[in-house]
């Protein structure tokens, strides 16, 4: 495995001023997937936005992982929600015309 795939767990700790505990606890929850890279505990790169987002929802809405967890699944929702009336609404826009 390429290393330049990952970031470690320590980087994003000194990054968002939070312990390893988090991410484990993250981990856990089954937010981001923490996997041991050279003996160093990392993230694929590709989720760092992801871990942003709930760095964000735990620092500045101190929302505990599991409360983070029913946000994203919340967010989702809604996302598919807005995708499928997007899609209805433009059928029936073709039944108007």
Same mark, same amino acid.
């Not at 320590?10 to 312990?19: A, D, G, M, R």
């Not at 390893?20 to 936005?49: A, D």
């Not at 989702?76 to 209805?88: A, P, R, V």
């Given at each position: 495995?390429?290393?330049?795939?990952?970031?470690?767990?320590?980087?994003?700790?000194?990054?968002?001023?939070?312990?390893?505990?988090?991410? %484990?606890?993250?981990?856990?929850?089954? $937010?981001? @997937?923490?996997?041991? =890279?050279?003996? #160093?505990?990392?993230?694929? &790169?590709?989720?760092?936005? %992801?871990?942003?987002?709930?760095?964000? $929802?735990? @620092?500045?809405?101190? =929302?505990?992982? #599991?409360?983070?967890?029913? &946000?994203?699944?919340?967010?989702?929702?809604?996302?598919?929600?807005?995708?499928?009336?997007?899609?209805?609404?433009?059928?029936?826009?073709?039944?108007?015309?």
């Amino acid at each position: 495995m390429s290393t330049t795939e990952y970031i470690t767990v320590t980087h994003l700790c000194s990054q968002y001023k939070v312990t390893s505990q988090l991410f %484990q606890q993250l981990h856990e929850t089954g $937010l981001i @997937q923490v996997i041991t =890279v050279e003996e #160093e505990p990392c993230v694929h &790169i590709e989720t760092v936005h %992801q871990v942003d987002k709930i760095m964000r $929802l735990h @620092q500045d809405l101190n =929302v505990n992982p #599991e409360g983070i967890d029913i &946000i994203l699944n919340l967010l989702e929702k809604i996302d598919t929600l807005q995708t499928e009336m997007n899609s209805l609404e433009r059928k029936l826009r073709l039944y108007k015309e």
